[in-house]
């Protein structure tokens, strides 16, 4: 049964979470100070790493690795396949109106 | 049967024979409380809203050439420093839920003030950034007189930006006032689930504080009023269900402050770094 966080507790594995989370954050702000990166690879690069930040959020704060394997990629998956859906809505109007330079 | 009844009963906090014959009731669809679920439905909604925003975000910065790059290294730092607020409080609120597990009800209060003190702090450095590129003159049209705005700079940096790429302004407020607006439901939320009524009178002096204290020319001398309308949506949930609130409560309303500190993630690095100006 999952109730309330069955899994095995141990506040220093948050504090690790939480530390990891905080230089991520420092590295995110270390390139948007430095713009080692185009504007589109940067993009790309910062929500790579907010997409591994939030994955920390989801799994270890918000508990979802513990939960059950239905709940847990029911949600996922369910989530992403939005996200995939609005991705082909935007992204390729997006492209093409750069492409041919109409501002 | 009899086990998927044993789990029902366990999940609801019932004793294990409450309903008698075994096979009454059927085990909960994800091994989890209702609650739970629904709040997990309800943050899977929410995500959704959040991820057209930041898509429309997107979409306008790609094709927008030039971009505005109006954030210093002040913002940044101010920004920086809202972004630590925040995870710090999923911390103290991982802490408290840890609180409930033990039954430890002092320090389950003691962690929830905490979340909402690094909440509020968020909210105000957040709130004051605002003001000050409002003054600037970073608007939208009819947003400085629909808000009473009497002060915005009308030459500058911003004030250029305004008139010539409304894309920025719209995006940045647009995000940026959907994410404040849950981390101020969210301060309350923790508020009635730490405190129940006790509560009501604390945030009801903070809201007649504001609306007294903030100046009529601010942005948010009207928003401030949102406190007053969270005030009576509490009073109402509070007399509805005058209950002591158990650890699920505080599990699931941990649930929604994880979910607002995540959407920063994703707001801080693609509205203030993709936008900032290197010196």
Redo the contacts between chains.
Sequence with gaps: ?????THD?S?GQ??WV?VA??IL?AI??V?????VFS??R??EV??L??VI??AL??G????LKF??A??RW??VI??VA??II??F???P???R??TIGV? | MAEAAM?HD??HGLPATAHGAAGEYEAP?????SKK?GM?LFL?SD??TF??LL??F??N?????P?PTPFHAES?ANA?VM??CL??S??T???A??A??RGDRPWIRNWLLATMVFGTAFVVLHGMEWSKLIDEGLTLPGFASILGVSKTATSGELADISKNIPQFPQAFFGLTAMHMLHVTIGVIYLGVVAFRKWFLPVLAVIWIAGALLIPSGNVFHYPVHALGIGLILAAVILFLKPKDYD??DV?VC??YW??V??VW??I???V???S?K?S
Excluded at chain 1, 60 to 63: I, L, Q
């Design positions: 049964m999952h109730d309330i966080a507790d506040k948050y504090f939480w989370l905080l954050t995110e702000v390139l948007g100070y430095k713009q504007p589109v940067m993009l910062l929500l790493l907010s930040k939030s959020i989801i270890w704060f918000m508990h939960e059950t239905l709940m029911l949600l369910s989530v939005c996200f609005m991705y809505f935007f992204f109007d997006a492209d109106i750069r501002q | 789990e366990a999940v669809l994800f091994g989890a409380y679920v997990w899977a995500s959704l991820g057209a898509f429309a997107s979409y910065r790609i094709y927008t050439n971009w940044i920086t972004t630590a995870l710090s999923s911390l609120m991982v802490l839920v840890l409930a597990k650890a699920h599990e941990g649930l994880h979910f500190d995540l993630m994703f801080f690095p693609l203030y770094l993709m900032t290197v």
